[in-house]
């Protein structure tokens, strides 16, 4: 298997774990930003100054790159499954700022097939 098959070897329950772990993160962390912010006097400088409010929010972007690219593994995987209902729901669900309906759904009855077509030695 080439290295770039490698990278994109990704599975239902790897993408979806990740995607919803970082989707868990991120809500924790707006409700500390939210909760942080009412609590910081930012009167007079920006809140980035600020560097409480600098590390929940650089945790709450890091948790939407960590669902973005879990996100982008589960399409790969439903392409190269040729899946293209469930493709469809999940980038769909993403677009319309729904996307933890449509990777719960994903993660509870999306397509169960591993086998994408990689060749394997056989012994004879």
Not at 86 to 101: D, E, R
Request: aromatic letters at 16%; proline letters at 3%.
């Amino acid at each position: 298997m080439s290295l770039l098959e490698r990278c994109f070897h990704v599975r239902r329950g790897t993408s979806t774990q990740w995607y919803i772990g970082g989707w868990v993160t991120w809500v924790a962390a707006m409700f500390a930003f939210s909760y942080a912010y009412r609590h910081v006097a930012t009167l007079g400088y920006p809140w980035w100054q600020d560097p409480n409010l600098t590390a929940i929010a650089t945790v709450a972007e890091m948790s939407m790159l960590v669902m973005f690219v879990a996100w982008v593994g589960a399409l790969v995987r439903l392409a190269r499954l040729q899946q293209w209902n469930w493709f469809v729901a999940v980038l769909v669900t993403q677009l319309l700022w729904a996307g933890i309906a449509g990777m719960v759904c994903y993660a509870g009855s999306g397509p169960e097939k591993e086998d994408l077509g990689v060749s394997r030695p056989q012994v004879t």
